[in-house]
């Protein structure tokens, strides 16, 4: 059986869990519980649990001491003497009401076949279960998963060294990290070309990560373990808000790869952050702030952030001045919409270098247009790696950005803008030049619903912006 048949039949088993009132968001989470200590069985890693508190003491029972057992389990997990055990099952609940539903759920978890799982790789398994359910727009999970090709592709282009340092300050379910992971893995066998002193580093010291949400901190501890990357401590991964003073414990990187949350400050409350130079209520710029301030001199960075992030006025001027004069931004990808969970969202990448001097680092900044004229991206059209490989040829073989390219002209789709140039755009980064054919066909517009959620988010970033501009006038602003 494929990868893709048992994703396909762990994802059915969510038909048991709405009947008990379970709702996709939950889904993921509550199977997670379930699988760590299945996989823990197929991995042989139960030493790491609790004597008792296995899958085969599970599966030894039924009916409401089943469901008993598992409830008090959890909470014993929680304490694990193991730190990253006690990490994954920390506050960790269960919604199922029915014993039945639980006995059902086990016992065809127990029935996958597990030796075609653990031959294709549990942790290739788990990142389908997690793709399946950021796919599902009911989950509301896709905000937490980054598209799988535009992660390889910034992944591919960046080139993630052994020994490095790779932080992610918004980690979601793990996905830049795993995929920086494998990338290591390609080009060393698998660690084997490593001294035992380098692979002990790649598994323990060189990916660390912060997630605010506790669920998705979970799924990307379980993520993270199954693709052998252990951290150390309660794992690579922890739960924390990058933005406040837990986001300063983080090391200073070699490559940071990212996707910040969109929205402003609701659902995260304001930076709390007194180390940055520019206080913003804007949670993208307030990342991006933290971005290039964890970079070591000569690290680098690919950064996903939504196009106000370019053209914002104010403080947002402010940010992009300093981190074109701290590093060298040399090139942004801009993005087609559709991509995302949020269907009228258009986002970029911008790819930087933390300069090795302490000023004027930026002499230009090569921009690739792949949204004008592109198709539009949904289930029907899937976005993939093929529609990033002319980007990825342009950007070149070397990871700083340094390689030879060609500029297009007003008809190609990457161009470069001085910084000079830039200045005289009062700074803004919003640079376009291809006309979208697309843009004036209205039966090619995304839905009407799409375009509120946009207009929405246009106008929070708006309120947010009065917001400071109140705080900053001494007025007191509604919460």
């Known amino acids: 059986m494929s990868t893709h048949n048992i994703v396909q039949k762990l994802w059915s088993l969510c038909d048991i ?3 008990d009132g379970i709702t996709y968001h939950q889904y993921v989470t509550e199977l997670t519980l379930l699988l760590f200590l299945k996989m823990a069985q197929e991995t042989q890693t139960e030493h790491r649990l609790p004597a008792g508190w296995r899958w085969a003491d599970l599966t030894a029972r039924n009916g409401v001491d089943q469901l008993d057992h598992y409830r008090r389990g959890l909470l014993v997990l929680g304490g694990a003497p193991d730190p990253l055990v006690a990490a994954v099952y920390r506050d960790a609940g269960t919604s199922i009401k029915e014993p039945r539903h ?25 990142e389908g279960l997690l793709e399946k359910n950021a796919n599902e727009t009911k989950s509301g999970a896709g905000q937490y998963f ?13 080139k ?7 932080q992610d300050p918004a980690a979601g379910t793990g996905g830049f990290l795993i995929a920086a992971d494998h990338y290591i893995k390609q080009q060393t066998d698998d660690l084997f070309t490593l001294t035992l002193a380098q692979q002990e580093f790649q598994r323990k010291r060189a990916f660390v ?13 379980m993520n993270c373990m199954l693709h052998d990357i252990e951290g150390t401590g309660q794992g690579p991964v922890r739960v924390g808000s990058t933005l406040s003073a837990e986001g300063t414990e983080l090391r200073d990187a070699d490559l940071i790869l990212a996707n910040p949350p969109f929205g402003t400050k609701k659902g995260g409350g304001l930076p709390t952050r007194d180390d940055f130079s520019y206080p913003t209520s804007n949670k993208q710029f307030a990342f991006l702030q933290h971005i290039y301030r964890s970079l070591k001199p000569g690290g680098r960075a690919g950064v996903v952030l939504p ?5 914002e006025a104010n403080v947002g001027k402010q940010i992009r001045a300093d981190l074109m004069d701290k590093c060298r931004l040399h090139t942004i990808l801009r993005l087609p919409t559709g991509i995302f969970y949020a269907q009228g969202v258009k986002t970029n990448v911008l790819f930087f270098e933390r300069g090795r001097t302490p000023t004027g680092n930026t002499d230009a900044v090569w921009v690739y247009d792949l949204r004008a004229n592109m198709p539009q991206f949904g289930k029907r059209t899937p976005f993939t790696l ?13 990871a700083d950005g340094t390689s030879p390219r060609v500029d297009g002209g007003e008809a190609g789709r990457f161009r470069r803008f001085s910084r000079d140039e830039i200045a ?29 959620q946009a207009a929405m988010q246009e106008l929070e970033h708006a309120m947010t912006e009065l917001d400071a501009i109140l705080a900053e006038l001494g007025a007191e602003v509604d919460g």
């Open 307 to 311: 196009d106000n992030v370019l053209f």
């Open 17 to 19: 869990l709405r009947d």
């Open 209 to 221: 990560g912060m997630e605010l949400v506790p669920d998705a901190q979970r799924l990307a501890l």
């Open 160 to 166: 993630p060294q052994p020994g490095e340092v790779i």
């Open 386 to 398: 093929d529609h990033l490989r002319p980007f990825i040829d342009a950007y070149g073989e070397r």
């Open 146 to 158: 980054t598209p799988r090709p535009l992660i390889r592709a910034m992944v591919e282009v960046l």
């Open 424 to 452: 005289q755009r009062d700074d803004s980064l919003d640079l376009s030049w291809l006309k979208d054919d697309n843009a004036e066909d209205a039966a090619d517009l995304p839905e009407p619903a799409a375009l509120a």
């Open 102 to 126: 639980l006995a059902q759920l086990v016992a065809d978890i127990d029935a996958l076949d597990w030796y075609s799982a653990r031959t294709d790789g549990l942790g290739d398994l788990y």
